[in-house]
């Protein structure tokens, strides 16, 4: 050996040494070769190999809507355990669920029968009427100045960063629901992913959506060159499904009378939970979440699909999502993540199913019971209403027979759902004047309103059919348009 190789020697270990102190590694220094990576891990700071940012939204309220808050509680909880700064992760939800009284948990939330609460620590960026379309696209766009109310955190990402949203909530073609009016409509969404993408602030951005009907905010819109990967719970025409349902299995615990999860959001959450997402990619994770999603047979599932720049799948889920260095051992082998539940509710029932749980186990003659009671049934009125009304507008626009097919007319795949939004936009301000809110359930209908805008139909035709079908305004809470228009 050469003098001077011993000396070399001491000098590289010393300078190891003084990087582990600085990289903050707890115990001893020495680390295996299988180790490696995650102790020369970049850390979140070096900007020259990009940031990480998050923004997560629920897109409803009212306890019965328990499991968008509860998903988005439980993403936050994984990428803080991936590693994402507080401070780079942007929260919307209402937050009206953790305290609310039929809660049998006061404080806390839960995603799974047996999961840990998910609620503490979760910040309160953007909570009640604080939570909307505005906000959200301020914060994806990074414009402090576009804010109302609010924490004022945005997404203030530069040219090498990783963007993941994750959106959950109520949809239907076209529109995702917010607790706040107006919604949400694809047409908009698409444009600020399109300004964000050409202000050049971020490298790539990852886009989960669980919603009903979640294919039609991306089919024939969102065009691949934009870095931008979409995957959504369900295709452009299906439903998509809550799960941890009362008399499901397995069912939340008993007190609980509310779903817990959706079942897209489970299965990617829960998948990310367990495995080293260093070593697995967003291709592998669709993959799974869909097989999972699908549920077996889709009598109780969907079809989870992709969108955007399919290429972006070959990442690994840390790029977006971190990972807990807890599971650095847990490989991703395929298939080897939970079983595809056994049942799930769809979506637009899940309210149905809260009311008549609580009504089955409140005392009889009790005021709860009542009150259930109730519930039931001005949700199920609305829904009447709302079918009825929209039928007889097409009847009355297209004819006895030719009403219902021009309705339910669904368009070849890759085309969007409707040649001008602005119409659409206009059909629902008009519908609404005469029959009352939409609301959750009548979202399902929005692909009526944009075929009736597709066959050239004018909004004073339309104003004169829905005036016919909604002689006199209903009554009930769920039409009510004190909260403004859906559009």
Not at 308 to 313: F, I, N, P, R
């Amino acid at each position: 050996m050469t003098p001077i190789l011993p000396g070399l020697i001491l000098l590289l270990l010393s300078a190891a040494g003084s990087a582990v102190v600085g990289r903050d590694v707890p115990g001893n220094a020495i680390r295996l070769p299988s180790e490696a990576s995650r102790f020369f891990r970049s850390g979140e700071d070096d900007e020259s190999l990009g940031r990480r940012w998050a923004v997560l939204i629920a897109g409803s309220n009212g306890y019965w809507n328990y499991r968008h808050q509860s998903d988005v509680c439980h993403a936050y909880q994984l990428l803080r355990n991936g590693g994402l700064k507080e401070e780079n992760i942007i929260v919307f939800m209402y937050d009206d669920i953790a305290f609310d009284e039929e809660n049998p948990r006061p404080g806390v939330i839960i995603n799974s029968p047996d999961g840990d609460d998910v609620y503490k620590g979760v910040p309160k960026d953007y909570t009640g009427e604080n939570v909307t379309v505005n906000n959200f696209f301020a914060v994806i766009l990074g414009n402090k100045t576009a804010l109302t109310g609010g924490s004022g955190k945005v997404v203030d990402s530069g040219p090498n960063d990783h963007i993941f949203i994750y959106y959950t909530d109520h949809g239907g073609p076209g529109v995702l629901g917010m607790p706040t009016l107006p919604y949400l409509y694809a047409n908009d969404l698409i444009d600020v992913l399109k300004k964000k993408h050409a202000s050049g602030t971020y490298k790539s951005l990852v886009f989960y959506l669980e919603a009903c009907e979640s294919g039609s905010i991306f089919e024939g819109l969102l065009p691949e060159g934009l870095n931008i990967y979409a995957t959504t719970a369900a295709n452009a025409e299906e439903s998509s499904w809550g799960t941890y349902c009362p008399g499901e299995y397995p069912s939340p615990p008993p007190e609980y009378e509310t779903c817990l999860g959706d079942l897209y959001s489970v299965a990617w959450m829960e998948d990310s939970d367990i495995h080293n997402l260093q070593t697995e990619t967003l291709h592998q994770q669709y993959e799974l979440v869909k097989e999972r999603t699908a549920n077996g047979n889709f009598a109780y599932g969907s079809h989870v699909m992709q969108y955007g720049d399919v290429g972006l799948s070959k990442d690994s889920l840390s790029s977006y999502m971190g990972t807990n260095p807890a599971n650095d051992n847990y490989t991703f082998v395929d298939k080897n993540s939970l079983r595809p539940l056994s049942k799930a509710v769809n979506q637009r029932d899940a309210d149905l199913v809260h009311f008549w749980d609580k009504y089955c186990k409140a005392p009889e003659g009790s005021v709860r019971k009542a009150e259930a009671q109730t519930q039931f049934v001005e949700a199920m009125s609305h829904r009447m209403h709302i079918d009825h009304s929209m039928k007889l507008i097409g009847k009355l626009l297209f004819g006895i027979e030719r009403g219902p097919e021009v309705l339910q007319t669904v368009r070849p795949a890759g085309q969007p759902l409707v040649d001008d939004w602005d119409c659409l936009k206009k059909m629902v301000r008009t519908f609404e004047t005469h029959c009352g809110s939409l609301s959750q359930y009548g979202m399902k209908h929005m692909r009526s309103l944009a075929n009736i805008c597709n066959a050239r139909i004018q909004v004073e035709q339309m104003n004169e059919a829905s005036a016919q079908a909604c002689t006199v305004f209903p009554s009930g809470p769920w039409s009510s348009l004190h909260r403004g228009f859906a559009a």
